[in-house]
């Protein structure tokens, strides 16, 4: 199987997820990074720098024997079955489903204030995150975790929707966003040990030094 990975180069952003759960796996993969220039002129005409169509003028998209997968939910999921990172049982799989989707969900609450050019609104906006909106999920998912007597949130051991957690966590925390304090998780213990136990991963901080130059 030939599998390409295509994003830009921003850690802890969208294909952190999908790139983590292949490294750990040890399944092949050809990491493409995409420049800022490429980006723009993919959502403005459809088509990668190779020439291949992207279905949805978005990023990250994976090409696996010259079929490109759009989606990030939906080729996350993919990782996460050939890297034995899911689940064969369907509630389970559900249950990993949710919390990929809550991920995202939340990057999208969080992703409108990156775009926004008004300063002032941009402050408002984090403020409202920081007080009312991501603690309202981070709740939700610390209950899910309490309810569940492993420390991971699905099964006993990690799959895919705890490497969607500690990306998007990770971002969170990374002190990049102004306005969101890096201690923005530090009341929800079980929710921090996610991030905790994937990022001390032997293999996750491997990648991320081999990457990055660094354990970020």
Same mark, same amino acid.
């Given at each position: 199987?030939?599998?390409?990975?295509?994003?830009?180069?921003?850690?802890?952003?969208?294909?952190?997820?999908?790139?983590? $759960?292949?490294?750990?796996?040890?399944?092949?993969?050809?990491?493409?990074?995409?420049?800022?220039?490429?980006?723009?002129?993919? /959502? +403005?005409?459809?088509?990668?720098?190779?020439?291949?169509?992207?279905?949805?003028?978005?990023?990250?998209?994976?090409?696996?024997?010259?079929?490109?997968?759009?989606?990030?939910?939906?080729?996350?999921? %993919?990782?996460?079955? /050939?890297?034995?990172?899911?689940?064969?049982?369907?509630?389970?799989?559900? +249950?990993?489903?949710?919390?990929?989707?809550?991920?995202?969900?939340?990057?999208?609450?969080?992703?409108?204030?990156?775009?926004? +050019?008004?300063?002032?609104?941009?402050?408002?906006?984090?403020?409202?995150?920081?007080?009312?909106?991501?603690?309202?999920?981070?709740?939700?998912?610390?209950?899910?975790? $309490?309810?569940? @007597? $492993?420390?991971?949130?699905?099964?006993?051991?990690?799959? /895919?929707?705890?490497?969607?957690?500690?990306?998007?966590?990770?971002?969170?925390? $990374?002190?990049?966003?102004?306005?969101?304090?890096? @201690? /923005?998780?530090?009341? %929800?213990?079980?929710?921090?040990?996610? !991030?905790?136990?994937? !990022?001390?991963?032997?293999?996750?901080?491997?990648?991320?030094?081999? @990457? %990055?130059?660094?354990?970020?």
């Amino acid at each position: 199987m030939s599998l390409k990975v295509y994003y830009s180069s921003t850690p802890f952003w969208r294909a952190e997820v999908l790139r983590v $759960s292949l490294y750990i796996s040890n399944t092949p993969f050809e990491d493409i990074r995409i420049s800022r220039e490429e980006f723009i002129n993919m /959502i +403005k005409t459809g088509f990668l720098p190779n020439g291949k169509r992207v279905p949805f003028h978005q990023l990250p998209v994976i090409e696996v024997d010259g079929e490109i997968i759009g989606q990030t939910g939906a080729i996350a999921r %993919y990782c996460g079955k /050939i890297s034995n990172l899911y689940s064969d049982d369907n509630i389970n799989a559900a +249950k990993i489903d949710q919390v990929i989707d809550a991920a995202t969900d939340i990057t999208n609450l969080v992703s409108p204030t990156i775009r926004e +050019k008004d300063e002032q609104k941009k402050l408002e906006d984090r403020l409202l995150l920081k007080n009312k909106f991501l603690p309202r999920w981070f709740k939700y998912l610390e209950n899910i975790l $309490s309810e569940h @007597t $492993s420390e991971w949130f699905v099964e006993n051991k990690m799959t /895919i929707a705890d490497i969607a957690m500690w990306r998007l966590l990770g971002w969170l925390t $990374s002190g990049i966003i102004d306005g969101i304090p890096t @201690t /923005i998780v530090d009341n %929800y213990p079980k929710l921090k040990n996610i !991030h905790y136990k994937v !990022h001390h991963h032997p293999k996750v901080q491997e990648w991320m030094l081999k @990457t %990055y130059g660094k354990e970020i």
